[in-house]
Each structure stands twice: as structure tokens, then as C-alpha cells.
Nanobody
């Protein structure tokens, strides 16, 4: 069992920036990919960004983003530390919600899009609030 710990959430005005961090408690676990999800009140959890591990054959470092955050959010990683980051710029009120990171053992490209498949480890979440 590993633990993922998120940090960096907070309150910010629209147009501002935040950087979220997520680090694993064990370094002997090597997820195929890591991702950030967001859940707003009354809505389902949605995947907003994903990144493949750097040494994945053919797709090392590949990223994907939800349309709602493309061009504003950037996911990055430190494979040695099993850590993933989310730089969020030009924040909007609709970006508010609880942000969770996830680590998937198995990842694949399906219909041209990277995905984590099967079970995953999840963090406890960090709250982001963007005011108008």
C-alpha cells in the first residue's frame, strides 16, 4: 500500500495561479502513469490531466488534458520521487473543487488518448477555490 499526499490547494481570485503537488510515500512503486482529477460539489469526479512515466516505451512523458483546462494547466512529474505536479494558470471559478491525484499501475493509449486502467492509488484531495 502506498499513500499519495497532495498539497498546494487554496483560495485564489479568477485569473490567478496555483501549483498542486502530489508525492508518494514509497519509491519502490512505479506507476505507469499519474493523473489529476477534479470533483466539484454535486458533480462527478473528472480526469483533467494525465502523464505517462518518462520511460514508458514509445509514450514516455505523454500527456493528456481535459478540453476545459487545455492551454491553462500543465502536468509534470518527477519520476525519481514518484511525484506529479499541476500548474494551474488563468484560473476560473468553474475550476473550483477538490483535486485528487491518482497513480495507476497500468496505463494505455486507447483511441489515441492516454488512460490509466484498472485499479489506482488515490490521494485524500486538496481544495481549490476560485472566486470571481
Amino acid at each position: 500500500q502506498i499513500q499519495l499526499v497532495e498539497s498546494g490547494g487554496g483560495s485564489v481570485q479568477a485569473g490567478g495561479s496555483l501549483q498542486l503537488s502530489c508525492a508518494a510515500s514509497r519509491y519502490n512503486f512505479r506507476p505507469g502513469c499519474m493523473a489529476w482529477f477534479r470533483q466539484a460539489p454535486g458533480k462527478e469526479r473528472e480526469k483533467i490531466a494525465l502523464i505517462f512515466r518518462n520511460d514508458v516505451d514509445g509514450d514516455g512523458g505523454r500527456t493528456s488534458y481535459a478540453d476545459s483546462v487545455k492551454g491553462r494547466f500543465t502536468i509534470s512529474q518527477d519520476s525519481a520521487k514518484i511525484a506529479v505536479y499541476l500548474q494551474m494558470n488563468s484560473l476560473k471559478p468553474e475550476d473550483s473543487g477538490m483535486y485528487y491525484c491518482a497513480a495507476f499501475r497500468i496505463c494505455a493509449v486507447v483511441s489515441g488518448e492516454p488512460h490509466g486502467t484498472g485499479s489506482a492509488f488515490w490521494g485524500q484531495g486538496t481544495q481549490v477555490t476560485v472566486s470571481a
